[in-house]
């Protein structure tokens, strides 16, 4: 089935992707329901501000730099 191989690999492409940023994500989305727009502006960009401080996003920078698919690990 070419829907359940499509989830499959979309399956496997979150797992190994940045999972503190794909968490942060998740819950940004659920807490800017409740907030105006530039509340939601601003937890944006502290939420960012967060993610920046991982290794993950290190190697994700040094990834992209170098023209390479970045390897994550989870922090």
């Given at each position: ?15 190994h992707?940045?999972t ?6 998740k ?26 401080q991982?290794?993950?996003f ?18």
């Amino acid at each position: 089935d070419d829907v359940l191989e499509h989830a499959r690999k979309l399956a496997h492409k979150l797992a190994h992707g940045p999972t503190f940023a794909h968490m942060m994500t998740k819950t940004m989305l659920e807490q800017e329901w409740s907030m105006s727009v530039d509340q939601a502006i601003e937890a944006e960009a502290q939420a960012q501000a967060i993610c920046m401080q991982t290794r993950d996003f290190e190697r994700a920078y040094h990834a992209f730099a170098n023209k390479e698919q970045p390897i994550f690990e989870g922090d």
